[in-house]
């Protein structure tokens, strides 16, 4: 099966190290996954004065969350947590109350840092948000990068035969729980 993977980078950096990440696993992925960001720079910051008239960019982003059969997040660590630009777009999403978008998507969470830890930090924080948001995660393989420039070309190469191989089997591993996810689904096992 083909699957459509919704993505969401957490940095609005132009020289964003968790971008170029999104392009290795992009490239790295199975044939099977087509790829479409799902743009977080422009929304206004959410509150619930919105909830009575949904403005269109918090429509479009949770039409871009239904349509996508799985969903993927690729962040910095902020401060030991979610950047707040990606924690905004996770709550515009989970809104009006009752039409919480990120129910039932599989996810899968990655994220490289300049430090050693890899936001593995801010990876815990999201287990969290994405358990209140029904969405069922996957465990492990997990991918706390710590990211080394001379290992990625701007295009998301990976020149590292040792970190392209870790990338290319997470990728793998992702791609079958999708699967797992959408079969036990449709089966009406979850
Ligand atoms: C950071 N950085 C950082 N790194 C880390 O490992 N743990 C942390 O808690 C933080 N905190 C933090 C806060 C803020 C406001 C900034 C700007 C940066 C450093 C971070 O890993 C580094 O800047 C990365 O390059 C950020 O990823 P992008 O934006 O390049 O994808």
Same mark, same amino acid.
């Given at each position: 099966m083909a699957y459509n993977i919704g993505y969401f980078v957490g940095s609005l950096a132009t020289n964003s190290i968790n971008r170029t990440l999104s392009k290795a696993l992009i490239k790295l992925a199975p044939d099977t996954l087509s790829f479409t960001e799902i743009p977080?720079? +422009?929304?206004?910051?959410?509150? !619930? %004065?919105? +909830?009575a008239d949904y403005p269109a960019e918090g429509l479009a982003l949770k039409q871009a969350i239904e349509a996508s059969d799985g969903l993927l997040f690729i962040s910095p660590e902020y401060n030991r947590s979610i950047p707040g630009a990606l924690k905004n777009a996770i709550d515009w999403g989970s809104r009006?109350?009752? /039409?919480? !978008? $990120?129910?039932?998507k599989p996810t899968g969470l990655v994220g490289a840092s300049i430090g050693a830890i890899g936001t593995a930090v801010m990876q815990s924080s999201m287990r969290s948000v994405l358990s209140f948001l029904d969405a069922p995660q996957l465990n492990s393989p997990e991918v706390y990068l710590q990211f080394?420039?001379? +290992? $990625?070309?701007? %295009?998301? /190469?990976? /020149?590292n035969q040792g970190t392209a191989d870790f990338l290319r089997h997470y990728m793998g591993e992702y791609t079958a729980f999708v699967e797992r996810v959408l079969d036990a689904t449709a089966a009406g096992h979850i």
């Amino acid at each position: 099966m083909a699957y459509n993977i919704g993505y969401f980078v957490g940095s609005l950096a132009t020289n964003s190290i968790n971008r170029t990440l999104s392009k290795a696993l992009i490239k790295l992925a199975p044939d099977t996954l087509s790829f479409t960001e799902i743009p977080i720079k +422009d929304l206004p910051l959410y509150n !619930s %004065d919105y +909830d009575a008239d949904y403005p269109a960019e918090g429509l479009a982003l949770k039409q871009a969350i239904e349509a996508s059969d799985g969903l993927l997040f690729i962040s910095p660590e902020y401060n030991r947590s979610i950047p707040g630009a990606l924690k905004n777009a996770i709550d515009w999403g989970s809104r009006p109350w009752g /039409t919480n !978008s $990120f129910a039932r998507k599989p996810t899968g969470l990655v994220g490289a840092s300049i430090g050693a830890i890899g936001t593995a930090v801010m990876q815990s924080s999201m287990r969290s948000v994405l358990s209140f948001l029904d969405a069922p995660q996957l465990n492990s393989p997990e991918v706390y990068l710590q990211f080394k420039p001379e +290992d $990625f070309e701007a %295009d998301g /190469t990976v /020149t590292n035969q040792g970190t392209a191989d870790f990338l290319r089997h997470y990728m793998g591993e992702y791609t079958a729980f999708v699967e797992r996810v959408l079969d036990a689904t449709a089966a009406g096992h979850i």
